[in-house]
């Protein structure tokens, strides 16, 4: 497709359980990005990948978080033992970079995950 | 790293008027700083970004001025109509290449 896809759209779960969330950025993007938005609130940092490696991974908030870009596409952003507070719409972002200027960041439509 | 504060989080006007939404950041090195709109339920879409080596930039009915000394910048809406009304985030980005996003403004144009 010609945007960035992220599925599922919506993941309900029980507290406790292993969830996956997956995006498959813009052709040819070579940076990736994963944020978290609460309700009312902006965009939150958690990871960017330049190509396979994950070049900032700061914004992960403990190690139940964890991301993959094994070819430098498709992402999942994994998450162990969930919990209630792991509730919110999961942004992936895709951008063109050119040398060491950030180029305009394309978000897909998010998933909505709900911890029960 | 980037700190990025925005106000108002909240602005009602009324249509055909002007909204202006401000933004200060922390990080000196910062070099890029887009505006996104977001309509209820919707991705983030870009609307207008600026870099660091020009002081504003305009785009139709929307315009972005940045004062680097003063590390803030702000974005101009003129003539407003009411499918303005959406959540406005601002952001910056460092050298590497990470944007930080304000909390949103909430811009409401009442018709």
């Known amino acids: 497709g010609a945007g960035v896809s992220q599925t599922p759209s919506n993941k309900v779960t029980e507290k406790g359980k292993y969830v996956e969330l997956r995006c498959d950025p813009i052709?040819?993007?070579?940076?990736l990005y994963w944020y978290r938005q609460s309700l009312g609130q902006g965009p939150e940092f958690l990871i960017y990948?330049?190509?396979?490696?994950?070049?900032?991974d700061s914004g992960l908030p403990n190690d139940r978080f964890f991301a993959v870009r094994p070819e430098g596409s498709v992402s999942t952003l994994k998450i162990q033992r969930t919990e209630r507070g792991d509730s919110a719409v999961y942004l992936c972002?895709?951008?063109?970079?050119?040398?060491?200027?950030?180029?305009?960041?394309?978000f897909g439509e998010g998933s909505r995950l709900t911890v029960l | 790293g980037e700190n990025v504060e925005q106000h108002p989080s909240t602005l009602s006007v009324q249509e055909g008027d002007s909204a202006v939404i401000k933004c200060t950041y922390s990080?000196?090195?910062?070099?890029?700083f887009p505006w996104y709109k977001q309509e209820l339920g919707k991705r983030p879409q870009l609307i207008i970004d600026?870099?660091?080596?020009?002081g504003e930039k305009k785009d139709q009915r929307i315009a972005v001025t940045l004062n680097k000394t003063a590390k803030h910048f702000s974005l101009h809406i003129t003539e407003t109509q009411p499918e303005d009304s959406a959540v406005y985030f601002c952001?910056?980005?460092?050298?590497?290449?990470?944007?930080?996003f304000g909390g949103g403004t909430r811009l409401m144009v009442k018709p």
């Open positions: 972002a895709s951008s063109l970079l050119a040398g060491t200027l950030t180029g305009e960041l394309f």
């Open positions: 952001a910056a980005t460092d050298a590497g290449n990470m944007l930080t």
């Open positions: 990080d000196s090195a910062s070099n890029y």
């Open positions: 052709s040819g993007h070579t940076a």
């Open positions: 990948f330049q190509g396979t490696g994950a070049a900032d």
């Open positions: 600026i870099r660091s080596n020009v």
